[in-house]
């Protein structure tokens, strides 16, 4: 069996995007594991630039099979707004299906959303306020409505009115906001089922019976590492599993369907939102890469955070993730810039750590210890090859191989398809 694994080795935003539309040329089949519409995809091929936030990038090629595992958080709304943005330019969605395992972010939780981080003030997470949070509370708490039971209206109405009794006392009682409608809900949510209804399916049976028959399976995931809400830096996470073990529970597939796991990570470190960044820029050189880069969120317009490679960061996503290969995105974006630092450890407490702290008390204390190297000036963009590369970047490269012990498989040097180098195959 071949499949691969596109996983984020940092805070998100690395070029997963891109690299997931790179690889569906050749793979047969593109699996979306998890998340939901709180994170975006920007692809560009050609002259054209589609934002996704739902569909698999995958849906850029035609013909291939695109799902939408069971671990996705789905707002029907969004997903027909997309729905409708890809076919409007030309692209077809019959092969695309959503798993009737799939939960339903309805509009509850996206006032819930925006209520609880609004009261959180200082404190707060620094959500996208897409209800995607609360929509995975209720999933944990078995309080949830599937895309199974929105297929059923009688089922799904019994199950609305229930739950949103439950939730309007919360949000009259404890946020003193106004009720939320019922008739408005269920009629607008049946009007979405119609539509939706074409697409469903049990994808853990397709996605099963594609890895059996030894085909081509990509498995793209939202978010990075860093954002796992196990593993990245809490409480500053996401609702889900963005690493490679959020693959088998969100599509499901046991752990011997995963072949490659790739993890894409920057050239460069970026995030968005709240928490501590040890290797955070706040000068010149870090306008310069938000500006160069175009660092600002697919989803939000928010513009990110940016600093220098971080090597620590990039130790823990590949022991965690188990990552086999590196896809290392935006390297044209350092050109230009005459000094490039890597941070190579964390001094904290006047000692120096190499492994990523598990509390942000302990993060914030942590100075990054840099490693100096020469920048380039030419233009990479035109670079086909590695060995095209100026052999200060080449080094940079191999630093980033040196620190993770992972190969670099893939070396962007452009948002195009075209852009990309290959340095080994995948599939």
Not at 191 to 197: E, F, G, S
Not at 371 to 398: N, Q, R
Request: net charge negative.
């Amino acid at each position: 069996m071949s499949s691969v694994v596109v996983i984020g080795a940092q805070w998100g935003d690395e070029g997963k995007g891109k690299i997931t539309d790179y690889l569906a040329q050749q793979a047969e089949v593109v699996v979306r594991y998890q998340g939901g519409n709180n994170a975006g995809h920007t692809v560009e091929v050609g002259d054209k630039q589609y934002k996704l936030h739902l569909v698999p990038s995958g849906i850029i090629n035609p013909e291939k099979p695109c799902i939408i595992g069971n671990g996705v958080v789905i707002d029907p709304k969004v997903f027909l707004e997309e729905i409708d943005y890809l076919e409007e330019d030309g692209l077809s969605t019959e092969h695309l299906t959503i798993s009737d395992r799939a939960h339903v972010i309805m509009p509850y939780h996206k006032v819930l959303d925006e209520l609880s981080e609004e009261t959180l003030g200082d404190k707060k997470i620094g959500t996208t306020k897409k209800g995607v949070g609360p929509a995975y509370m209720d999933k944990t708490s078995r309080a949830g409505i599937r895309i199974c039971d929105l297929m059923d209206r009688e089922l799904f109405a019994d199950k609305l009115k229930t739950l949103l009794e439950e939730k309007n006392k919360l949000i009259t009682l404890i946020y003193g906001h106004e009720p939320l409608e019922y008739d408005e809900i269920y009629s607008d949510y049946c009007k979405y089922a119609d539509r939706l209804r074409k697409y469903v399916s049990d994808t853990s049976v397709e996605v099963y019976d594609w890895v059996n028959k030894d085909k081509k399976v990509l498995f793209e995931g939202a978010q990075g590492t860093l954002l796992d809400l196990d593993f990245g830096t809490y409480p500053y996470v996401t609702s889900s599993h963005p690493g490679s073990g959020g693959v088998c529970i969100g599509s499901g597939v046991g752990p011997k369907a995963v072949n490659e796991v790739l993890g894409v990570v920057k050239a460069y470190t970026t995030r968005v939102g709240e928490g501590p960044f040890p290797t955070e820029l706040f000068d010149k050189t870090g306008d310069y890469i938000r500006q160069v880069g175009r660092e600002y969120g697919t989803t939000t317009g928010r513009a990110r955070r940016c600093g220098w490679f971080d090597g620590i960061i990039l130790k823990f996503a590949a022991r965690v993730n188990g990552l086999t290969s590196l896809a290392i995105t935006k390297l044209d974006t350092l050109t230009g810039i005459e000094k490039i630092k890597v941070c190579v450890g964390y001094e904290k407490d006047g000692k120096i750590i190499t492994d990523f702290p598990a509390s942000l008390k302990d993060l914030a204390k942590c100075k990054p210890v840099y490693e100096e190297l020469d920048g380039w000036e030419e233009d990479i963009t035109m670079c086909k090859s590695f060995s095209e590369l100026p052999a200060t970047a080449k080094k940079y490269v191999e630093k980033i191989e040196e620190i993770s012990g992972v190969p670099a498989k893939i070396i962007s040097v452009g948002p195009n398809r075209s852009e990309t180098m290959i340095r080994s195959d995948l599939f």
